[in-house]
């Protein structure tokens, strides 16, 4: 008897859902359809010439450089030097630019100082894709900045010497199982 109950409810239940459009959307043409979007919005799974703006405090040779560089790189594109942080914000609010690079004013006596500098990314996280050009993009021109300021450092030595100083552990970036870096 309580089979019998069980069996009753269950098959109403089933006629409920299927008389229930939002219901077939969700369990039907989501599961369908949602795969289908993400491939096509990540399908390359890597941008390149990410649109930023550079607000660059220091206003020196060395932070004019780390700009230089960061443009040079095939992951971003600065599109426009703003004067001050407020004109970048609405460049990126009015979504020109999906990335801000921001050099604080103290960034070449900080490292003339000896000490390490910072360089302020701020990013549009409507897309992971943005962020993860724009960090990978400033950090390959730090890193590689950096190997120039401790050769500058290490004058006198021999060209193996300062082969060892600055880069003690070779490193060399291989995606074996991603060749694209993708997500």
Not at 118 to 138: E, P, Q
Request: charge should be negative; hydrophobic fraction near 40%; charged fraction near 20%.
């Amino acid at each position: 008897m309580w089979l019998k109950h069980l069996l009753t409810v269950c098959g109403e239940e089933l006629k409920k859902t299927v008389s229930d459009t939002g219901v077939l959307v969700f369990f039907l043409v989501v599961p369908l359809l949602y795969p289908l979007l993400y491939a096509y919005l990540y399908g390359q799974e890597v941008v390149h010439e990410v649109p930023v703006v550079a607000v660059d405090d220091c206003r020196c040779a060395l932070s004019r450089e780390f700009l230089r560089k960061s443009d040079a790189t095939p992951d971003l594109k600065i599109i426009s030097y703003c004067s001050d942080m407020e004109e970048a914000r609405d460049l990126m609010h009015r979504h020109k630019a999906y990335g801000l690079i921001q050099i604080p004013s103290e960034f070449q006596k900080t490292i003339e100082d000896g000490h390490q500098a910072t360089v302020n990314l701020y990013c549009d996280m409507s897309g992971l894709l943005y962020y993860k050009a724009l960090l990978s993009g400033c950090t390959m021109v730090s890193l590689d900045m950096n190997k120039d300021i401790q050769i500058q450092r290490l004058a006198g030595l021999s060209d193996r010497e300062l082969e060892v100083q600055t880069m003690p552990i070779e490193n060399e970036y291989v995606t074996m199982f991603n060749p694209a870096n993708g997500f």
